[in-house]
């Protein structure tokens, strides 16, 4: 099946600086990819669509200067946490849409877990 | 109400169990409908998927999809230590291929 990968797998870093994440499609292209945030025990929350080319759409109440999303290529989505806050710490997942057929599945990564101090 | 409701658990059950997992939702317009399972600090991984009512079988896992009443399940035969996750319910349709997700249900199979 196809291969989505995150990177880095987990961050902690200080209050106020910036951290990016990056989300690859290894075996597929990906004209879209998601990115998804989850609290514990929590379900995925989508946080934007991204469109390779174009400009992120976000989901309401998400900040689009705080989570700052790029998609330059078919198959890396980077999304930066800019000025990072004790209450952005989350897992971060990503995920790929494979158009194929009639269904197009979403192939998640991993997941980045950050945690501000 | 949210769009899909699912109890988060825990479920636990002994080895060997079958295992039922259910969602339900309000959104009629939903057509396709899965079962991703997540384990603990991972992505989830997509289980099954089936598209509009009917059932759907693959190996140990049958997915059942009731539109009239709009409740789907999940089901797992001769449930196995390794089939510990969390389970969750994600459903799209309407004109959107984005999923709706459910919070999941966390499943404890104990030898």
């Known amino acids: 099946g196809a291969v989505v990968s995150q990177h880095p797998s987990w961050v902690i870093c200080k209050s106020g600086t910036s951290v990016k994440i990056e989300c690859r499609s290894l075996?597929?292209?990906?004209?879209?990819m998601f990115w998804y945030r989850q609290f514990p025990k929590q379900s995925l929350m989508l946080m934007a669509t991204?469109?390779?080319?174009?400009?992120?759409?976000?989901e309401q109440g998400v900040e689009k200067d705080k989570f700052l999303i790029n998609h330059a290529s078919l198959t890396l989505s980077t999304l930066t946490v800019t000025s990072a806050h004790p209450e952005d710490s989350s897992f971060y997942i990503c995920?790929?849409?494979?158009?194929?057929?009639?269904?197009?599945?979403?192939?998640f990564g991993p997941g980045t877990r950050l945690t501000v101090l | 109400q949210k769009e899909v409701e699912q109890d988060p658990g825990p479920l636990s059950v002994p080895e060997g169990a079958i295992v039922s997992l259910n969602c339900t939702y309000s959104?009629?317009?939903?057509?396709?409908f899965m079962w991703y399972r997540q384990y603990s600090r991972k992505g989830p991984e997509l289980l099954m998927y089936?598209?509009?009512?009917g059932n759907k079988e693959d190996g140990r896992f049958t997915a059942q999809v009731d539109k009239s009443s709009k409740y789907i399940s999940l089901f797992i035969r001769d449930s196995q230590p390794s089939d510990s996750a969390t389970y969750l319910c994600?459903?799209?349709?309407?004109?959107?291929?984005?999923?709706?997700f459910g919070r999941g249900t966390s499943l404890i199979v104990h030898p």
């Open positions: 959104n009629s317009a939903f057509q396709y």
């Open positions: 089936t598209y509009s009512s």
């Open positions: 991204s469109n390779e080319g174009s400009k992120a759409t976000y």
């Open positions: 995920s790929a849409r494979q158009t194929s057929g009639v269904y197009n599945e979403q192939f």
């Open positions: 994600a459903m799209s349709g309407g004109g959107s291929y984005i999923p709706t």
């Open positions: 075996d597929f292209q990906a004209t879209t």
